[in-house]
């Protein structure tokens, strides 16, 4: 494809995020021909690979592990030479003489690209309490609409008291026999028609001004210890599933400089996945959006790779 009067490149495209949204943008982008590389991270995970079962994903109706899903893209993708490198990006720049290349820098390699798809993900703020680890995937969760159906009538506890937390809460108590929101504060962050509802559902209590101070267990979860912030006291709450929702963190350093984010850092796109930089799009969690799930992830993938191929087809015809 390199004709005269483009530039020497390596790569069409540039995955950068080997989740769900990754590896769709890159089935699709290699399925169609494009020179496609997928950077995986090799500091990183997918969060879906901590996701023990899931459930809601269509046309696997008996539900998935989280590494088995990412395993079966995996397959697809490399049945489409999409070329892998278990690799951070660590810097992204425009090429100093072609406007329309990006320098992208992973490694002790600097690759030039024509297009980027940035699916970086953003991961759950964790607590670094007690347990947090030891209990991950044994009780503790960090996705209510994936894992609230194992805990029909069980107590659980929620904590957070943002949008996330109590959207999550009211979506628990469908399951549930009771959901404990365990808040930091004696007021809640999330919005008030949020508020109304939480405070209207009979299985929803609240501990307020409560911090977590561990999880505790066995092979799995049985309860929380959690401080009083105003007497000191320290108390336990059975509960066989802990979910956490302090808040997320994109993984959108990398673009900082580059791109326009949300004042939260998540990446600003149009709804082709176009972001604020020519050649450079975003699919997935990492991306400014409503809904953070596998199959808006992979919808975003494949939007992002789609465009980018338009872009790319442009470029090389104004080039002949
Ligand atoms: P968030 O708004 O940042 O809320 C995080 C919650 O976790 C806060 O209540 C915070 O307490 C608490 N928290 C943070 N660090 C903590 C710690 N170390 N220990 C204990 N508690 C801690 O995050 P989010 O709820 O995930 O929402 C993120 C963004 O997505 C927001 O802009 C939200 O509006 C949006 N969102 C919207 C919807 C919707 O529109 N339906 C649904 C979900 C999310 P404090 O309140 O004391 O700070």
Redesign the pocket.
Known sequence: MNNSKLPQYDYDIIIIGGGPAGFTAGIYAARTGFKTLLLEGASTVSQITITDMIENYPGIPDGINGLDLMELFRKQALKFDLEIKAEDATAIKNNESYPHIWDVTAGSKVFRTFSIIAATGARW?N?EVPGEQEFAGKGISYCATCDGPFYRDREVVV???????I?EALFLTHFASRVTVV???DR????GI?QKRAFAEKKIEFAWNA??DEVVGGEFVTGVKVRDVVSGEQRTIDAEGVFI????LPHTGIFQNILQLDK?GYIITDDAMKTSAAGIFAAGDCRAK?FRQVVTATGDGANAAFSAELYIDNLKEEAY
């Open positions: 703020r607590l904590i957070g008291g943002g949008d996330s937390a959207q808040h930091r504060r809640l962050r999330a919005a949020l911090t977590l929702f302090a808040g997320r939260t409503l």
